[in-house]
């Protein structure tokens, strides 16, 4: 997923748009060269040592690997998959990212 990830964080760059991972790899030292080499620029959060029995995946409920979930400017949990579904979770980026744009607006009004 990193090539899509990577698009979408050049695509959204003046947007109201933040990506956020969460890595399961066991061991951190192997993790940070590796992205490193995928040009990992957002940020992205280890989930310890247990993997993908670690903590934010125990918190947020994660079952498998990946999943994707696209919270708004509300932090409203708006779409949820599991697997990569990039399909649909663009398909949701392109419709919450408009309103979240048109709140940041009206914000500033």
Do not use: C
């Not at 990830?5 to 003046?14: G, H, N, P, T």
């Not at 995946?57 to 697997?83: C, M, Q």
């Not at 649909?88 to 979240?100: C, F, L, Q, T, Y």
Request: hydrophobic share 40%; charged share 30%; aromatic share 10%.
């Amino acid at each position: 997923m990193y090539p899509h990830e990577r698009s979408l964080v050049k695509a959204m760059k003046d947007k109201p748009f933040a990506l956020l991972g969460v890595n399961s790899d066991s061991d951190l030292d192997k993790l940070r060269p590796r992205m490193e080499e995928e040009s990992i620029t957002w940020r992205s959060f280890w989930n310890g040592p247990e993997g993908t029995n670690g903590p934010i995946s125990k918190a947020w409920n994660v079952s498998g690997w990946p999943t994707l979930y696209l919270i708004d400017h509300e932090g409203v949990i708006r779409f949820k998959s599991l697997g990569f579904d990039q399909p649909g979770m663009d398909a949701a980026i392109a419709k919450w990212v408009p309103i979240a744009e048109k709140a940041r607006v009206e914000d500033r009004d």
